[in-house]
């Protein structure tokens, strides 16, 4: 079933339902529906308050460190080159989010949910985390605030994932870790929600994603929305156009909504997503929610879904335990059946054989999650002519994943 885009433009949306086409609204217990429409009233109230944008401006200056570079890979693009037919080989950018303080864009968002929280008088956060970068940056906003701050994450994430648990506790977090279900960033989240129905008098839900209940995906792909602001106005003073393509990788999608979401309109750009295709789509163990899945209802909205023959969630299966989850954003699944973005998958091995290239070659250590997306650069860029401008959103640094990929690697640290 292919979709037709709203009116005119790719960037309306959603409606007043919070559906894109038939995807996103809110499918949420009846105890939560006063939390979501109150939170609906805060934002469109601060969206509109120009001081609210104004202090926002300054934290993203002055604390996240704020405009992130747009840096060109030469060694990776003559690296590609070599490989390509003449006059082939695609100019690679990195957009380095990796560089925010925290390490990776979640920081970007946190920042809008807690000065939200803040409005809203709610003085206890709550958070769902898989790879940690979010929980980092929840709990780095909570201390900069003085606001309480819960962690929820998978015990197998909390295993793999030891120096962000480390980083969270000494921001004073409390790291919860979920037993149930697969143990990770599913599991998280549906503890976070049962949290939130609780306590709903002092708690704000901090979701890290372009998922969820309506106004979650809108309002977390808004704050994400900085990073192809600055690629479009960084882009235009460099090379004075447009990039020709823009790439990232794919979990419930907000760094590749950020990226997205100002070029939606721009029918001479090309956008490409990359989810995490694990061992391969065909061995059932990945986490390709649009390669592998079909629409369904899961944490407050309907998307694409991993499921199994009677209609129950699958297990997700990544190297990477941020895109280690077994749906999409709702923005991503309408743009999917728009056709706007093409998107892709990366099994695992590809993933870390692009995640040591890069470190080889550019001197910068990826995390595992836009490894995914280099990892599709690597096929797709050799392709694409010599005065092509391919941006990558390198949206985390690789710290966190080093434990994990010594382990793989069988090196000892």
Not at 135 to 162: I, N, S, W
Not at 243 to 268: E, K, R, T, V, Y
């Amino acid at each position: 079933m292919t979709l037709a885009p709203p009116p005119n433009s790719f960037r309306n949306g959603p409606d007043a339902r919070g559906r894109f086409g038939i995807f996103g609204g809110r499918f949420v217990a009846e105890t939560l529906m006063p939390l979501i429409l109150d939170l609906e009233a805060a934002y469109e109230a601060a969206k509109a308050d120009p001081a609210f944008q104004a202090e926002m401006d300054s934290h993203l200056t002055h604390y996240v460190g704020r405009p992130s570079p747009l840096y060109e890979a030469e060694r990776l693009t003559e690296h590609l080159r070599a490989k390509a037919a003449p006059g082939h080989g695609a100019r690679v950018f990195f957009k380095r989010e990796e560089l925010n303080h925290t390490g990776s864009h979640k920081v970007n968002n946190v920042l809008g949910q807690i000065m939200l929280a803040r409005r809203m008088g709610k003085p206890r956060i709550i958070a769902e985390t898989g790879a940690g970068q979010h929980g980092v940056a929840t709990a780095t906003l909570c201390a900069r605030f003085g606001l309480k701050c819960v962690v929820y994450m998978g015990a197998v994430d909390v295993a793999r994932q030891a120096p962000n648990v480390f980083r969270m506790k000494m921001l004073g977090a409390e790291v919860v870790p979920v037993e149930s279900g697969t143990k990770t960033l599913k599991d998280a989240m549906n503890e976070a929600l049962r949290d939130w129905v609780t306590n709903v008098a002092d708690t704000f839900y901090c979701i890290g994603t372009v998922a969820g209940p309506h106004p979650y995906p809108a309002m977390v792909r808004d704050f994400q929305s900085i990073i192809g602001r600055e690629t479009k106005q960084q882009m235009q003073e460099m090379e004075g156009r447009l990039p020709d393509s823009l790439i990232a990788c794919i979990g419930g999608g907000s760094n590749a909504m950020g990226l997205f979401h100002p070029f939606l309109d721009d029918s001479s750009v090309e956008i490409y997503g990359v989810e995490a295709a694990g061992h391969g789509i065909a061995s059932g163990l990945h986490a390709a929610s649009l390669s592998g899945g079909k629409p369904g209802v899961l944490h407050g909205n309907r998307t694409y879904l991993l499921q199994d023959g009677d209609g129950q969630i699958a297990d997700a299966h990544s190297i990477s335990a941020g895109l280690d989850y077994p749906g999409i954003g709702p923005e991503h699944a309408w743009l999917h059946e728009a056709k706007r973005v093409t998107y892709l998958s990366a099994t695992d091995s590809e993933t870390l054989e692009a995640f040591k290239l890069c470190s080889l070659l550019e001197g910068i250590i990826p995390a595992l999650e836009p490894a995914h997306a280099l990892s599709k650069v690597l096929d797709l860029a050799p392709r694409k002519p010599a005065n092509h401008l391919m941006v990558l959103n390198l949206s985390g640094r690789g710290d966190k994943d080093i434990p994990q990929v010594a382990e793989i690697l069988g090196t000892r640290l």
